[in-house]
T-cell receptor
Framework: GENVEQHPSTLSVQEGDSAVIKCTYS??????FPWYKQELGKRPQLIID?????GEKKDQRIAVTLNKTAKHFSLHITETQPEDSAVYFC???????????FGTGTSLTVIP | DTGVSQDPRHKITKRGQNVTFRCDPI?????LYWYRQTLGQGPEFLTY????????KSRLLSDRFSAERPKGSFSTLEIQRTEQGDSAMYLC????????????FGSGTRLTVV
């Protein structure tokens, strides 16, 4: 099966700085990579996703990059704000309708 | 907040008791998923349905666990003879299962087995 590793497990940045979270996956058949944000006690919420036929996708302050050859993908958050503080999970899937394999999460703290 | 609804939000039960959770997906979503999340970990896949058919089950889903989606709408997850190791957040999600469309998660049911 698929194995998704996520680093770092915790990340602290100053407000306004950038944050980068990296994930690797093992199954070359995976072709869909969503990122979820989970605030304490709340449901995971999809913030951005990327498919394997695209190398980069951006949505305002959030971007995701994918390197299929190296089997890794990254989340980039620019101009971080305190409300970005949460746990972020990456995931890999062989299609949007199939099961997701999640990373272990990155707890991001943005210091005002 | 329309979306995926789960009930109850919290459940405390004694070891050995049976518990049942309910999930109501977004109405037009034909796929429904159950995940389990323990503290500090990402969600782990348990099972999923396309309409009323249960298409895949994880090895995590022991014989004490059973899930149903009898009419292709809401789903139930039952745990029999609960054990302390079953304590976790049980998340339900639904999707259209089409490209470019990720899951929508419910708020989860937090189970505590004492």
């Amino acid at each position: 099966g698929e194995n998704v590793e996520q680093h770092p497990s915790t990340l602290s940045v100053q407000e306004g700085d950038s944050a980068v979270i990296k994930c690797t996956y093992s199954d070359s058949a995976s072709n869909y990579f969503p990122w979820y944000k989970q605030e304490l006690g709340k449901r995971p919420q999809l913030i951005i996703d990327i498919r394997s036929n695209v190398g980069e996708k951006k949505d305002q302050r959030i971007a995701v990059t994918l390197n299929k050859t190296a089997k890794h993908f990254s989340l980039h958050i620019t101009e971080t704000q305190p409300e970005d503080s949460a746990v972020y999970f990456c995931a890999a899937s062989k299609g949007t309708g199939n099961q997701f394999y999640f990373g272990t999460g990155t707890s991001l703290t943005v210091i005002p | 907040d329309t979306g995926v609804s789960q009930d109850p939000r919290h459940k405390i039960t004694k070891r050995g008791q049976n518990v049942t959770f309910r999930c109501d997906p977004i109405s037009e979503h034909n796929r429904l998923y159950w995940y389990r999340q323990t503290l500090g970990q990402g969600p782990e896949f348990l099972t999923y349905f396309q309409n009323e058919a249960q298409l895949e089950k994880s090895r995590l889903l022991s014989d004490r666990f059973s899930a149903e989606r009898p009419k292709g709408s809401f789903s139930t997850l039952e745990i029999q003879r609960t054990e302390q190791g079953d304590s976790a957040m049980y998340l339900c999600a639904s999707s259209l299962g089409t490209p470019g469309y990720g899951y929508t998660f419910g708020s989860g049911t937090r189970l505590t087995v004492v």
